[in-house]
């Protein structure tokens, strides 16, 4: 698909689905370019087929590792490395532009609330300010452009009703209510949270009617699928 279909495509797209695609996925160590190469198809297979996407990017171990580079270095409060983090995401949030340049919008989102207007097939967006999550951010644009799905690219396949890593009994969940979510996560959100979503943008997502789709971003077949509209391994809260 060359970016001189532009106008074709976007004449046929009728939903544009926000993805936020964890650090991990991009930066599980070195940069995966395998997944990033796999993830840019689908992307444009669907945009032919009628979709457009805001894509949002994580930190990831990016933004750990200079976490804790600059904490060694020099004790820095919660909101210091908060912004390093931030950071991070934006650096990977201009390698998802880039992969995609010539179809993407030629600036990447750093402020959910202002309005967007774009007709091109994909946004990339990032961290926005100390104190929001991805999830947060992510949730906040759906919002903002009328997205009714947000796919949540992760490293688990399911959610499940405890941590699996603590609770080999852990049951996978396929399809939950916001209410059920929300009572097997905690209320509050701080940047090391270990959670399938956001506390504060789960509230955020139930307010909106916002369906989430937590899917194993390492199994790009899934993710495909439930685009399609097919049975798929993940978990849909709504």
């Not at 840019?40 to 750990?64: E, P, W, Y």
């Amino acid at each position: 698909m060359e970016p001189s279909t532009f106008p074709r495509l976007m004449q046929k797209a009728q939903e544009r689905i926000v993805v936020s695609v964890g650090g991990s996925l991009i930066v599980p160590d070195q940069i995966d370019t395998a997944f990033l190469t796999r993830f840019k198809a689908l992307i444009l297979d669907k945009v032919r087929r009628g979709l457009s996407f805001c894509i949002i990017a994580g930190g990831g171990r990016t933004a750990r590792r200079y976490q804790e580079a600059a904490h060694a270095a020099t004790p820095l409060s919660p909101q210091d490395l908060d912004w390093i983090g931030i950071h991070a995401t934006r650096l990977n949030g201009q390698l998802l532009r880039n992969i995609f340049v010539g179809y993407a919008y030629p600036q990447i989102i750093t402020n959910p609330t202002i309005d967007i207007e774009s007709d091109d097939p994909v946004i990339v967006a990032a961290g926005w300010q100390p104190g929001y999550s991805t999830d947060y951010v992510a949730t906040l644009i759906a919002k903002n452009i009328g997205a009714m799905r947000l796919v949540n690219l992760s490293n688990i396949d399911y959610v499940y009703d405890s941590d699996p890593h603590k609770n080999p009994s852990a049951k996978k969940i396929e399809k939950m209510s916001w209410p059920e979510f929300r009572k097997i996560i905690p209320d509050h959100w701080d940047p090391g949270l270990s959670s399938p979503f956001d506390p504060v943008a789960a509230k955020e997502a139930e307010a909106l009617g916002l369906e989430v789709a937590v899917i194993n971003g390492a199994k790009l077949a899934e993710f495909s699928n439930y685009l399609d509209g097919n049975s798929f391994v993940g978990t849909v809260i709504s």
